[in-house]
């Protein structure tokens, strides 16, 4: 089993940046895949961008293109969402989230293994 445990979150003014890290520990192979989604109240929950822990390969939705970058860094097991120039729209709880094969286009149902989250409020 592998478990997730997202840090980083917090309260930023419009145009600010955070950076947000999901620490992965237990059975890497059940994490091929880590994405980071997102969920604003009232809304489903959508994906933000993906990662492979083996070749490195990147995926970002078009809301976030250009702005927000996943990056990984294997030795500590840990996966990283920098995220700039930040929206009002881009308010929710971020997720982390580890998968073996998900389809494409990226849908949460793929993701069997979740962190608890952790809120980004970007004020206008």
């Known amino acids: 089993q592998v478990q997730l445990v997202e840090s980083g979150g917090g309260s930023v003014q419009a145009g600010g940046s955070l950076r947000l890290s999901c620490a992965a520990s237990?059975?890497?192979?059940?994490?091929?895949?880590i994405a980071w989604f997102r969920q604003a109240p009232g809304q489903e929950r959508e994906w933000v961008a993906a990662i492979y822990r083996k070749s490195g390969s990147t995926y970002s939705a078009d809301s976030v293109k250009g702005r927000f970058t996943i990056s990984r860094d294997n030795a500590k097991m840990t996966v990283y969402l920098q995220m700039n120039s930040l929206k009002p729209e881009d308010t929710a709880m971020y997720y982390c989230a580890a998968g073996l094969f998900p389809g494409r286009p990226f849908s949460a149902r793929d993701f069997n293994i979740w962190g608890q989250g952790t809120q980004v409020i970007v004020a206008s």
């Open positions: 237990g059975d890497i192979y059940m994490s091929n895949c």
